[in-house]
C-alpha cells in the first residue's frame, strides 16, 4: 500500500526547488516507489566544505528537502503543510565528486509528526550518510503570517 496521499510528479517537484537552496546546490528529484522518494543533489565547489569533501551540511540540506517534499506528498495540501520540526545526520564517509543520491523511507506517517529515514550513498552505491527528519504537520489555519 502507498503512502502518498498523491503520486508524486517528478517534474512538479523538480519546479518547486527553483529560487531556493535546492536549485543553487543542483537538487533533483529523481524517482518514487509506494513507499520512498529520491532525490540526488551535485559533488562539487557548490557543496564542498574547505578540504574538498561533501559537506555534512549540505547533506542535510538534502535531506530536509527530501524528507520534507515526501510528507507534503503525503498529506491534504488543502487543510496541512509541512515543517522539518527536528534532522540529525551521521556522516559515515567523505564523497569528494559525482552525485549523492538520498533515499527517503517513512518510519511512522501520523496525524500530526512523520518521522523519515534518509540513506545517502555516492556513485559507488556505499552509505555516506544516515539521517533521520520529524516534520511537522501544521493545519493552515496556524501557518504563520507572510512577510
Partial sequence: MSVWQRNPEISELNDTLKNTIGEVLDIRFEGYTENSLTASM???????????LLHGGASVVLAETLGSTASYQCIDPKQFYCV???VNA???????????TAVAHPVHIGRTTHVWDIRLSGDDGKTSCISRLTV???PLGSQPPKS
Avoid at 90 to 100: D, I
Fill in 42 to 52: 551535485a559533488v562539487d565547489s557548490r557543496t564542498h566544505q574547505p578540504y574538498g
Fill in 84 to 86: 522539518g520540526l527536528e
Fill in 90 to 100: 551521521n556522516h559515515l564517509r567523505g564523497l569528494r565528486s559525482g552525485r549523492v
Fill in 136 to 138: 511537522a504537520v501544521v
